[in-house]
């Protein structure tokens, strides 16, 4: 079982930045693509950015060149760092990873983190 545990969501102003941080519990599994997803009121769950594990990575039109995602494979952990926020950017995001474990692949959420856009 692997547990994802998010931080980093808030109020920010328009054209503001925030970083969004997830850490899988788990190390002694392979984890292999990571990604963050966001879903607004009303609106379906939406991918924001996804990274494999070899690094290469892609993004919804919508963010492309505002938003970045990386991580640390030795720790597990993904980041999404969110500049020039605007306020349709507003949603509950979550984290999300494929993890490899006795040879099964199996896809984890975390628990999501609010992140509102607004003056």
């Known amino acids: 079982q692997v547990q994802l545990v998010e931080s980093g969501g808030g109020l920010v102003q328009p054209g503001g930045s925030l970083r969004l941080s997830c850490a899988a519990s788990?190390?002694?599994?392979?984890?292999?693509?990571m990604a963050w997803y966001r879903q607004a009121p009303g609106k379906e769950r939406e991918l924001v950015a996804r990274?494999?594990?070899?690094?290469?990575?892609g993004y919804a039109d919508s963010v492309k060149g505002r938003f970045t995602i990386s991580r640390d494979n030795a720790e597990n952990t993904v980041y999404l760092q969110m500049n020039s926020l605007k306020p349709e950017d507003t949603a509950v995001y979550y984290c999300?990873?494929?993890?490899?474990?006795?040879?099964?692949?199996?896809?984890?959420w975390g628990q999501g983190t609010q992140v509102t856009v607004s003056s």
């Open positions: 990274i494999t594990s070899g690094g290469s990575t």
């Open positions: 999300y990873t494929e993890a490899v474990v006795a040879g099964f692949t199996y896809h984890y």
């Open positions: 788990e190390r002694r599994f392979k984890i292999n693509d």
